[in-house]
């Protein structure tokens, strides 16, 4: 079983809609949680960042961490064509010896059609 | 603004060749790491490096090896390609346990 479980979509909404985008994990020593955005023929870049536990918000962009269920999730309201990507999770325990080690998901690719 | 660039953006190689991948980043970045992305298995990491000339496996290191002569480089080599090391291969630089930095990636094909 791998450490970081994402469900690879593919996904498409209309422009407009609210996107669910969820992974699970297995490793509680996981306290630093990411999202990624990847777009086609690029490297991923950081969307949101969250320490432990609770909900952040960045405009559009909601993260939600419920470390008792080893649970995140990405929400996009009034999704658009320019949010057509793949998602990446990644997480990453604290200290010690991972010196900023992340463990990833396997990508959501996500299509949003106007 | 962060720069990760690595040295081709598309290579094509034949079996039993050595190859180099190159990254160098631009931010005095402590930890380099260099992984490979494959269609339904996401990011893997290769090998990271948290100081110059130190080096850690990370989960598939088998058949690549890596060298850190200075900070802002950080070199991945495949001592003799295979065909299934074809793959997209991506370098990151972090400080400390904050964001990672992509570069663009390389696209590798070994024939």
């Known amino acids: 079983q791998k450490e970081v479980e994402q469900d690879p979509g593919p996904l498409s909404v209309p422009e407009g809609a609210i996107v669910s985008l969820n992974c699970t994990y297995s490793n509680s020593a996981f306290q630093y949680f990411m999202w990624n955005r990847q777009y086609s023929r690029k490297g991923p870049e950081l969307l949101m960042y969250t320490y432990s536990s609770g909900n952040k918000e960045d405009g559009r962009f909601t993260a939600q961490v419920d470390k008792s269920s080893k649970y995140i999730s990405l929400f996009i309201r009034d999704s658009q064509p320019s949010d057509s990507a793949t998602y990446l999770c990644a997480m990453s325990s604290a200290g010690g010896t991972s010196y900023g080690k992340l463990t990833f998901g396997q990508g959501t690719i996500l299509t949003v059609h106007p | 603004d962060v720069k990760v660039t690595q040295s081709s953006r598309y290579l094509v190689k034949r079996t039993g060749e050595k190859v180099f991948l190159e990254c160098v980043q631009d931010?005095?970045?402590?930890?380099m790491f260099w992984y490979r992305q494959d269609p339904g298995l996401g990011l893997r990491l290769i090998y990271f490096?948290?100081?110059?000339?130190?080096?850690e496996k990370g989960d598939i290191p088998e058949g690549y090896s890596v060298s850190r002569e200075k900070k802002e480089r950080f070199s991945l080599i495949l001592e003799s390609a295979s065909t299934n090391q074809t793959s997209m291969y991506l370098c990151?630089?972090?400080?400390?346990?904050?964001?990672?930095?992509f570069g663009p990636g390389t696209r590798l094909t070994v024939l």
């Open positions: 931010m005095d970045h402590e930890n």
């Open positions: 490096s948290y100081d110059v000339k130190m080096k």
């Open positions: 990151a630089s972090s400080l400390g346990l904050r964001e990672q930095f």
